[in-house]
């Protein structure tokens, strides 16, 4: 079966603090990786998705990267953190052969910028 | 852009009431999910629908798809404390298929 992890689970930075978050998925090959921020108790916002190794969409202008160096793992990343870049960072993975689209998230990084 | 809107943003209950949270769009989509999600931890999906029209059930829980796949209701019957969460819909749009367009949410609450 499929797993998916994210570390670490709750973060506390300083403003200016450069920032990494890891994601890896087992269980699967050539999976679709997304990366969502949540607002406390509200949607989700896309930041960045990947269909590869190496290839990155961005969804909004901002103050992060993502990297995918390996199938099954994406890195968010931020060279100065800003206290906006506070919230809830979520991981998820599709196959990319799904036709539903179905999503699955791991179990989130609370970020917290002081 | 394809904006999906959940209604209400917030419900409260007692133990035992029936419940409806509405999911709508202008948009058509090729398939809708709704995920639900406790503090601190990551979505969980409950169920996908695609076909237009077409309903499932899960347990006390009924999802319909709108005949023109433009909406999506989710029904608790029996409401029970363990229903507490945050109710998420999703939706592939038509076009743009490599990303879910979600809601905002309903925060349902349980009292016992």
């Known amino acids: 079966s499929q797993t998916i992890h994210q570390w670490p689970a709750t973060l506390v930075q300083p403003v200016g603090s450069p920032l990494s978050l890891e994601c890896t998925v087992e269980g699967t090959s050539n999976p679709n990786l997304y990366w969502y921020r949540q607002a406390a108790g509200r949607g989700l916002q896309l930041l960045f998705y990947?269909?590869?190794?190496?290839?990155i969409s961005s969804e909004v202008p901002q103050n992060l990267s993502a990297s995918r160096p390996q199938d099954r793992q994406f890195i968010l990343s931020s060279k100065k953190l800003l206290l906006s870049d506070s919230g809830f960072y979520l991981c998820?993975?599709?196959?990319?052969?799904?036709?539903?689209?179905?999503?699955?998230f791991g179990p989130g990084t609370r970020l917290t910028v002081l | 852009t394809q904006l999906l809107e959940q209604s209400p943003q917030f419900l409260s209950i007692q133990e035992g009431e029936n419940l409806t949270v509405y999911c709508n769009s202008s948009s058509v989509f090729s398939s809708l999910q709704w995920y639900r999600q406790e503090p601190g931890e990551g979505p969980v999906l409950l169920v996908t629908v695609v076909t237009g029209g077409e309903v499932k059930k899960l347990k006390r829980l009924t999802f319909q798809f709108g005949d023109a796949r433009k909406d999506s209701s989710l029904h608790i019957t029996a409401a029970q404390p363990g229903d507490t969460g945050l109710y998420l819909c999703?939706?592939?749009?038509?076009?743009?298929?490599?990303?879910?367009?979600f809601g905002q949410g309903t925060r349902l609450t349980i009292n016992p």
């Open positions: 998820a993975w599709r196959l990319g052969t799904s036709v539903y689209n179905e999503q699955f």
């Open positions: 990947s269909v590869g190794i190496g290839q």
């Open positions: 999703a939706g592939v749009p038509i076009q743009g298929a490599q990303k879910l367009v």
